[in-house]
């Protein structure tokens, strides 16, 4: 079993930046593919950055890619999302999850594992 505890959300102007973190109890969260999504309302969960068991291999939603860097610590059993040039469309509840794996997995139901989420806000 993995809890999951997001933080770092918050209301920023476009153009700003946020970094999330979840934390993982357990003493194995070296085994765990990572992940990060978001859900704005009316919208389904999407994929947003995946982090492989070492940290060696991360893969990006297009939309994001060269402004969110997805990384972990696995010895604080932490893994990380930093935005920057947030956009209103980035807005809506980014969840992390986990998933005992060998390979960064992208759809939602390949989670077993779920954050509370954590609401990120970008106005314009």
């Not at 389904?44 to 068991?53: D, K």
């Not at 807005?91 to 759809?107: D, G, H, P, Q, S």
């Amino acid at each position: 079993q993995v809890q999951l505890v997001e933080s770092g959300g918050g209301l920023v102007q476009a153009g700003g930046s946020l970094r999330l973190s979840c934390a993982a109890s357990g003493r194995t969260f070296s085994y765990y593919v990572m992940g990060w999504f978001r859900q704005a309302p009316g919208k389904e969960r999407e994929f947003v950055a995946g982090i492989s068991r070492n940290g060696e291999n991360s893969y990006y939603l297009n939309s994001v890619k060269g402004r969110f860097t997805i990384s972990r610590d696995n010895a604080q059993n932490t893994v990380f999302l930093r935005m920057n040039s947030l956009k209103p469309e980035d807005t809506a509840v980014y969840y992390c999850a986990a998933r005992r794996a060998t390979v960064v997995l992208t759809r939602p139901a390949e989670y077993d594992y779920w954050g509370q989420g954590t609401q990120v806000t970008a106005s314009s």
